[in-house]
């Protein structure tokens, strides 16, 4: 049998590892991970730590319950310096980070806009209506109450799954292209090379075997102060790695004419056919939007926010037994 015609993942491996190692990719970008306030609720991605941000990261609750972690994503710096940053991405997660769900695009910003605005209306009609419980007149928000617009900017969905339970490989598929991350051992030094399982970098290659981006952490960051930049929006910065992007054939994305499906729908091939329809187990998703616009590089900033996800997940899930028994303690009274 030739070896070179077998389907072996192990012999995929050794096949990309001397890929990488024989033809050096051209390099496309590099920009070094940040953390902002400790413990990781502002993070934040910059060519240097003198430069501004291209990518910023706001993550209220960074660990506890997975209801409770919803970080959102702005191209630009910091939104509470720079009023050009607009949010583009925001993400969800299932239990021990074994599942991510991301809304992107450049309509999110509407999104979370009307969202606030509901919740304003909502909450000044709940205090108007105790007041008046208790005899007193109505009483003027402080804030002028905003109608929701329309979102004309891009949403779409993607979704980041661990394939097995343990395991440091992500997968996601952006415009029909499936990428995954996992770990490697590229940058270790020749002699710890031929070990497994020290090795805390991440690579990133795509259906085809392609190495599209790397991801080097700093292993004594966290020995590290932060460092002090006066000069930027963000004085003090946390350094955490550096993702380095290369050139590969990319998909770009699709024009809103070839997304539309002309196939028929289920519930139309069910009614001809006399059947019943099946019943819809998932409510969709009412805030995408396909047909939007979307000025930003939506390959490009996939890959920085999941890679931003695959580093936070495996820094929570070390302290995660820590933070469960921690919580089973709390609930007995320990």
């Not at 002028?144 to 891009?154: M, S, T, Y």
């Not at 004085?235 to 290369?246: A, C, F, V």
Request: with cysteine; proline share 7%.
């Amino acid at each position: 049998m030739d070896i070179s015609t077998t389907n072996s993942p192990l012999i995929k491996e050794k096949t990309l590892a001397q890929q990488m190692n024989s033809e050096e990719p051209s390099l496309v970008k590099t920009l070094n991970l940040y953390k902002r306030i400790w413990p990781g609720k502002k993070c934040l991605f910059a060519p240097s730590g003198g430069e501004p941000a291209q990518y910023f990261i706001k993550n209220p609750v960074p660990h506890k319950h997975a209801g409770q972690w919803k970080p959102v994503f702005y191209r630009g710096d910091n939104p509470k310096y720079d009023p050009d940053s607009i949010a583009i991405s925001r993400g969800f997660r299932t239990g021990f980070w074994n599942s991510f769900r991301f809304e992107h695009g450049d309509g999110v910003d509407m999104v979370l806009k009307n969202k606030r605005r509901v919740s304003a209306r909502k909450s000044h009609r709940r205090k108007t209506k105790m007041r008046g419980w208790f005899g007193k007149p109505e009483k003027p928000p402080k804030k002028p109450l905003e109608d929701e617009e329309e979102v004309e900017g891009l949403v779409m969905e993607f979704k980041m799954h661990r394939p097995r339970f343990i395991t440091r490989t992500l997968s996601f598929e952006v415009n029909g292209e499936k990428y995954r991350w996992s770990g490697t051992r590229r940058f270790l030094p020749d002699w710890a090379k031929r070990f497994k399982g020290i090795s805390h970098d991440f690579k990133l290659v795509n259906s085809k075997s392609q190495l599209v981006a790397t991801f080097e952490k700093d292993r004594w960051a966290i020995f590290k102060p932060s460092e002090k930049w006066p000069d930027t929006a963000n004085k003090r910065k946390h350094y955490i790695g550096t993702l380095t992007m290369y050139s590969v054939d990319r998909v770009e994305y699709n024009t809103p004419e070839e997304l539309v499906d002309e196939s028929p729908s289920p519930e139309i091939m069910s009614e001809n056919s006399g059947e019943k329809p099946k019943k819809k187990t998932k409510k969709p998703n009412k805030n995408l939007n396909p047909g939007g616009h979307h000025a930003g590089n939506l390959t490009e900033e996939a890959i920085v926010f999941t890679c931003w996800a695959a580093v936070e997940a495996e820094h929570r899930l070390r302290h995660k037994l820590e933070d469960l028994a921690e919580e089973i303690g709390e609930s007995v009274g320990g």
